[in-house]
């Protein structure tokens, strides 16, 4: 976000980030990956499915040989998120 922000010459500012179905696995794997911390609103709407937060299990199943970090998965964790299922 910092990248495209500063080449549009945009000023670096909160977002809202949603994501359904294939769009919901890129949000939560950006969640745990990067830990979103411009995101001022993270909603995960019907993701087909889920990566285990766990580092012995390769990415995309896991968080294993990805950069994610157990420091950042914490603070990840800790982020309030609202996750929607079904209709």
Do not use: K
Request: with cysteine.
């Amino acid at each position: 976000m910092d990248a495209a922000l500063a080449a549009m010459g945009a000023p670096r500012t909160a977002f809202a980030l949603y994501g359904h179905s294939a769009g919901a696995q890129f949000v939560h794997r950006y969640l745990l990956i990067t830990g979103a911390q411009h995101a001022r609103r993270i909603i995960i709407a019907n993701s087909g499915w889920y990566s285990w937060p766990r580092f012995d299990i390769a990415f995309p199943h896991g968080l294993g040989e990805c950069a994610a970090t157990e420091t950042g998965l914490r603070a990840a964790l800790r982020r309030p998120v609202t996750i929607l299922l079904g209709d």
